[in-house]
């Protein structure tokens, strides 16, 4: 989805990101892409991010979380 402008960013369509990639509705599951837009759609207000944010984030790694939310500042600095 790396089209998808900041500007078309809501906090439900980023949230919708991060249940794909959590539930592995779109192919495999990847907790750390979820991470990432479960936090960049809490930045924007969508406060059910942050607590599926806090769920995947206990069956992460910390280097995996880290990596995630690495993800979601590039992603903040891109767009």
Do not use: P
């Not at 790396?2 to 794909?20: K, V, Y």
């Not at 806090?54 to 910390?62: C, D, G, L, V, W």
Request: a negative charge; charged letters at 25%; one cysteine or more.
């Amino acid at each position: 989805m790396a089209a998808l402008g900041q500007e078309d960013a809501s906090g439900d369509i980023l949230f919708r990101l991060g249940m794909n990639y959590s539930t592995g509705r779109n192919g495999t599951s990847d907790l750390v892409e979820a991470h990432k837009w479960f936090n960049l759609a809490a930045m924007k207000g969508k406060r059910e991010a942050v607590c599926y944010r806090q769920e995947i984030a206990a069956e992460m790694s910390s280097s995996e979380v880290a990596e995630a939310q690495r993800a979601a500042r590039e992603w903040l600095r891109l767009h």
